[in-house]
């Protein structure tokens, strides 16, 4: 029997698979394995998953470019692989895309790019001109309506794109590896865009991707998916803080705080039986459940004892959550100390003596 449901759902995977024939009369390819889950009106939802996890296939059913081979997929409560040609039209209506690689037409301008479709959809001139000088303003690009794409940046094409995807006044939004093509810093552009859509227009947006960076930048909620499968789902910063699946540590991996080579060479499991004054390095870690004003916002190193110093690490501030991981050294003499009152201190949510140094390292 099939799942009801959500109420608070606005597009609803259940038990959604998808398998491909076999190359050459081989084994079907399973894309992806019963996968179930919902995103919420005006949301900003990642799904994120290294290549071939089937985040692609898993996008694309929802304006139904991929009918599943099993379970379905609602948008609004109407299973999409339902509909006829001319409601599925309506649909991709409702449902903007852009892609990795903009698939701007190079023989026409940026005005005639994002005015296409409602051309194609018999829209009168003058509203089309009123309509794409409204999309160029939001995205800042009214000064481009006649250039060429060859003229372009990446991150401007990629403005385009947006722009062309949201012609119809779509619900929603769907974004397939949208920054992959572009440098860090036109990445954080054009997400901080797609924020200010969501924030302004009220789009639900549904973005895939495999960085991890871009998850924590600007959604709301976060899909693990690994070999067709959902490993973990929920808010960012409950999954950035305290991952379950090994998939998900291994995407976080690059950006955690790990032990620098040359400390790590240095570390010792006891103090220097020489009588050297030794330093202990402590692993102090935050997983969320503290708010930015707490914690170490609050206390400085001298409060945590004299010759107390920060080795490593860093924290970042994730919808009004601190996560991370700070290495800290203090004078072996003031162990055994209390951790638990050293957590209370600086609110973490772990710590850990990983070892000793002498501390003339």
Known sequence: MASTVPPASWIFFDQVAKQYPGHGGGAPVHALHGVSFAVARGEVFGIIGRSGAGKSTLLRTINALELPTGGRVTVDG????????????????????????????????????????????????????????????????????????????????????????????????LCDEATSALDPETTQSILALLADINRTLGLTIVLITHDMAVIREVCDRVLVLDGGRLQEIGEVWRVFGAPQAEATRALLRPLQHDLPPDLAAALQPAPPADGRAAQAVLSVGFAGGARPQQGLALVTLAQLGPGATLLHGGLDRIRGHAQGRLLLGLPAAQLPLSTDGLRATLAADHIEILGYVAASD
């Open 78 to 173: 109407t299973d999409v692989a339902t509909l006829g040609e001319d409601a599925l039209v309506v649909l991709r209506r409702r449902i903007g895309m852009i892609f990795q690689h903009f698939n701007l037409l190079s023989a026409k301008t940026v005005r005639d790019n994002v005015g296409l479709p409602l051309k194609v959809a018999g829209v009168r001139p003058a509203r089309i001109r009123e309509r794409v000088g409204e999309l160029l303003e939001l995205v800042g690009l009214a000064d481009k309506a006649e250039a060429y794409p060859a003229q372009l940046s990446g991150g401007q094409k990629q403005r385009v794109g947006i722009a062309r995807a949201l012609v119809h006044e779509p619900q929603v939004l």
